[in-house]
């Protein structure tokens, strides 16, 4: 079966940092613009941030810029997002998704769900004040 699959979600207090990791089963990241979204209750699907295929160019919401890093291992088929100084309105489930792009940069629409093909089931991100 074809999915991308998250870990390293969890609970962590304000100011926290946390590591969310994206593995590809049966999928190689290496030909897709990967991102990473998040949700909470009673909210949208909010697009978080992108990295391109190599990971030359990454992309951000203004929400998370300055705190959050995207960056991706193809060798080892896997998408990180290190998360710092957390907030409590970064509690949310947390998606990784793929979208196979051609060329080496993520799509202008990049933060719509709809670019995307293949989405993991997600993980939790808690974050207490």
């Known amino acids: 079966q074809v999915q991308v699959v998250e870990s390293g979600g969890g609970l962590v207090q304000a100011g926290g940092s946390l590591r969310l990791s994206c593995t590809g089963s049966?999928?190689?990241?290496?030909?897709?613009?990967m991102a990473w979204f998040r949700q909470a209750p009673g909210r949208e699907r909010e697009g978080v941030s992108c990295i391109s295929p190599s990971g030359a160019s990454t992309y951000y919401a203004d929400s998370v810029k300055g705190r959050f890093t995207t960056s991706r291992d193809n060798h080892k088929n896997t998408l990180y997002l290190q998360m710092n100084s957390l907030k409590p309105e970064d509690t949310a489930m947390y998606y990784c998704a793929a979208d196979h792009e051609a060329n080496d940069y993520c799509s202008a629409s990049w933060s719509e769900a709809y670019e995307y093909t293949y989405w993991g089931q997600g993980t939790q991100v808690t974050v207490s004040s």
């Open positions: 049966g999928l190689t990241l290496a030909g897709f613009a």
